[in-house]
T-cell receptor, first 115, second 112 residues
Framework: GAVVSQHPSRVICKSGTSVKIECRSL??????MFWYRQFPKQSLMLMAT?????????EQGVEKDKFLINHASLTLSTLTVTSAHPEDSSFYIC???????????FGPGTRLTVT | DAKTTQPTSMDCAEGRAANLPCNHS???????VYWYRQIHSQGPQYIIH???NNETNEMASLIITEDRKSSTLILPHATLRDTAVYYC?????????????FGQGTELSVKP
């Protein structure tokens, strides 16, 4: 199957700083990428849909000014958590959608810890 | 997309078949049933999907009832590495390439 990578795999940052997470489709072009967040013992929660060359669409309750998404190319989407706080500590997972049959391939996730 | 209901957890003995049920009683005719699994601290992994007919691949089999209101994912010979949370998701054929909404899933524990 197609491969999606994320970088970094884990990051620790101080409260008030910003952190950027990269999501890359390595062997396919992804016109659409999705960003999810997962807290311990909970399911994945969709945060936003990222389309190449256009603004991201955020799910209800997700602050677009806090979680900045950029999808500048068909193989790269980035999520920037701005002014991070301890409650933003979570497991962030991205996915990319390729051509037909439009399967969704997930990255390995990024563990963010805000101290 | 229709909602799904799964048991919270299940146990299975290593080497035996694991049968994971999913109820999707409100599924409509143009909606697929997808199965993903998530091993601890990893991203979800696609397993299989189907519309009406039963499907089989190298990982699992998917049995969909004739009325399509429920389905069962079968791992024929479960191993310890199959311990994971399994998610059953219904997704519209016109939503291909669209977002997936994850429920709580079934936590499968394969025991020696």
């Amino acid at each position: 199957g197609a491969v999606v990578s994320q970088h970094p795999s884990r990051v620790i940052c101080k409260s008030g700083t910003s952190v950027k997470i990269e999501c890359r489709s390595l062997d396919f072009q992804a016109t659409t990428m999705f960003w999810y967040r997962q807290f311990p013992k909970q399911s994945l929660m969709l945060m936003a849909t990222s389309n190449e060359g256009s603004k991201a669409t955020y799910e209800q309750g997700v602050e677009k000014d806090k979680f900045l998404i950029n999808h500048a190319s068909l193989t790269l989407s980035t999520l920037t958590v701005t002014s991070a706080h301890p409650e933003d500590s979570s497991f962030y997972i991205c996915s990319g959608v390729g051509a037909a049959p439009y399967e969704q391939y997930f990255g390995p996730g990024t563990r963010l810890t805000v101290t | 997309d229709a909602k799904t209901t799964q048991p919270t957890s299940m146990d299975c003995a290593e080497g035996r078949a694991a049968n994971l049920p999913c109820n999707h009683s409100t599924i409509s005719g143009n909606e697929y049933v997808y199965w993903y699994r998530q091993i601890h601290s990893q991203g979800p992994q696609y397993i299989i999907h189907g519309l009406k007919n039963n499907e089989t691949n190298e990982m699992a089999s998917l049995i969909i009832t004739e009325d399509r209101k429920s389905s069962t994912l079968i791992l024929p010979h479960a191993t310890l590495r199959d311990t994971a949370v399994y998610y059953c998701i219904v997704r519209g054929v016109y939503n291909q390439g669209g977002k997936l909404i994850f429920g709580q899933g079934t936590e499968l524990s394969v025991k020696p």
